[in-house]
């Protein structure tokens, strides 16, 4: 029953249409939303790390707007790219670790944002140092981040064409 609904939405006329028509933009709005998204959250992980300490703690405060930003336009556009492998991907381990990836390098993210950007007065020097567990946070994130692009990669590459899948 499941399966069937999966290959009705990679078999529909929105999955055609964005393989045949829109993919080239769904494509490059993804890696524009990944960029913005993962580009800035290491930027602040390496300042809470003790990277570029002129750089103010609650200063990095605003940029948690556009990181947001960034997050959605990968929501949109992942789910867009999702639709046309929907029942390939659903089965897919690799894509269930990129989501599972993805989901803690946003708890972390958030976690420092509320944990530690949101502290004016404590991090307003820029030679504040961050607190040790933010700096755990950090480095968890680094890594979910940096897992989630190779296995993001990975998925994409071994999962091309219809190799090992059966309608």
Request: aromatic share 12%; with cysteine.
């Amino acid at each position: 029953m499941f399966d069937d609904r999966l290959s009705a939405l990679q078999n529909s006329a929105f999955a055609t249409w964005i393989q045949e028509t829109a993919y080239p933009v769904v494509i490059t709005a993804h890696s524009i939303g990944l960029a913005v998204l993962v580009g800035l959250l290491v930027v602040i992980d390496l300042r809470v790390l003790g990277f570029a300490k002129g750089a103010a703690l609650p200063g990095l405060r605003k940029v948690m707007s556009v990181v947001w930003i960034g997050f959605w336009c990968n929501a949109i556009s992942g789910a867009m790219l999702f639709v046309i492998d929907a029942k390939k991907d659903y089965y897919s381990w690799l894509f269930r670790s990129k989501l599972l990836l993805i989901a803690l390098g946003l708890i972390m993210g958030a976690t420092i944002a509320s944990t530690v950007l949101k502290k004016a007065d404590k991090y307003a020097s820029g030679e504040a140092d961050a607190p040790r567990q933010a700096k755990v946070l950090a480095v968890i994130s680094l890594v979910a981040w940096v897992s989630a692009i190779f296995v993001g990669r990975w998925l994409a590459y071994s999962t091309y064409g219809d190799i090992g899948v059966s309608e």
